[in-house]
């Protein structure tokens, strides 16, 4: 995990409330969420639940005693939701996956990688994608499996891939 670096907004008090003024607003938003992004890529996470959200440093500044509220973060996610770079797990929004790639991107990714490694008509397993000695050093390496499905998926819907289950095992054939 890397030291997150904070930007010098983390530590003025004002940034963890929604502004009223809305170009104020939109630029604070945009902060939030260029932050999010980089948090969640530095530490390899992929789930936000917004129940304990207040507890993350990302969201409570002790060094100023302050917290952005729970309709802040939502209102964060939804705009990252917009531009593809969040979706809610379920539909009550308190889990949500956090891509620092869009799906787009991550299925880009993975199917470059394919492509460049020989594995166009070849079956890998899901764990050799995000587990295995070929992909130590791919930005994927690692990806949660249920962000790893979507962006197999996206690639499916492209005709760039197909999902495969064979015994108790996922895999997929790169087209």
Known sequence: MAETEWPWQYDFPPFFT?????????????????????????NKSYILDIREAQNSPLFNNSKINRKLPQDGILKILEHL???G???????S???WFIYWHTL???ASMIYDWAQGNGMI????TLYELVSGDNTVN???YGLDMGILMKALRTLEMQKKAEIIMFDDNEGVKFL
Request: aromatic share 10%; charged share 25%.
């Open 85 to 91: 770079h969040a979706e809610p797990c379920d539909k």
């Open 18 to 42: 929604i502004q009223p003024h809305l170009e104020t607003q939109n630029k604070q938003i945009s902060a939030w969420q260029s932050l999010i992004l980089c948090f969640f890529k530095n």
């Open 121 to 124: 008509n070849t079956v890998c």
């Open 81 to 83: 939701h917009k531009s």
């Open 104 to 106: 787009d991107e991550w």
């Open 138 to 140: 791919e930005e994927f």
């Open 93 to 95: 929004k308190n889990r």
